[in-house]
């Protein structure tokens, strides 16, 4: 783990509200995936759900926060459309705060694996009639994402080299840090 992150005072967890085409979403406890320092993450594409929910049991982030003010629906986290939306959720549980975002997205909680485990594991209730909302409810700011369709979720990154699968995810990442840290000379 790098240094930063466990010498940390507080982890925050700050997703942009996506769909995904391996986990459903990227939320709150998606995002954390990213703290791995491991360059090639694709290895543990096979039991990704399984990981997510290790790593927010290791690492509870006191806050999350999701923006949903623009949010990305169908085949993410790289090829799907934009969705105003307008809204931003933040809870200090990452679990509950997931599956509020996820019911805004019309997604149901319990359909998304990472939640439910997490859920199983005692980390926070999916079951929004447990959870307190402040603000508008739910079903004032609902709007149903698309998402990926099934032959694409189903087709995984598991299913490819770790090296093809690095470059198909990350190949974006390392183009935009390259081309700022050339800007910024």
């Known amino acids: ?22 986990t459903a979403v990227t939320l709150g406890m998606k995002v954390l995936f990213g ?16 990981v997510i929910v290790d790593i927010a049991s290791a690492l509870k982030p006191r806050l999350a926060i999701i923006d949903g003010t623009i949010g990305m629906e169908g085949e993410g986290p790289f090829k799907g459309d934009p969705v105003e939306l307008g809204v931003v ?10 599956a509020c975002a996820a019911a805004v997205m019309g997604i149901d909680p319990s359909s998304i694996e990472h939640l439910r485990l997490a859920s199983e594991k005692r980390l926070g209730t999916i079951n929004l009639d447990e959870i307190e909302v402040r603000g508008k409810p739910i079903e004032a700011v609902r709007r ?42």
Do not use: C
């Open 1 to 22: 783990m790098n240094k930063t992150v466990a010498n940390a005072d507080a982890i925050i967890a700050m997703p942009v509200m996506k769909t995904h085409m391996n």
């Open 35 to 50: 703290i791995l320092p491991e360059r090639k993450k694709s290895r543990y594409h096979p039991k990704l759900d399984h």
């Open 89 to 98: 959720i933040a809870g200090n549980n990452v679990v509950s705060t997931d």
């Open 144 to 185: 149903t994402f698309r998402q990926a369709p099934p032959e694409k979720r189903e087709r995984g990154l598991s299913k490819i080299s770790v090296e093809l699968g690095y470059r198909a995810i990350h190949g974006n990442y390392e183009e935009a840090v390259k081309s700022w840290k050339e800007s910024a000379r």
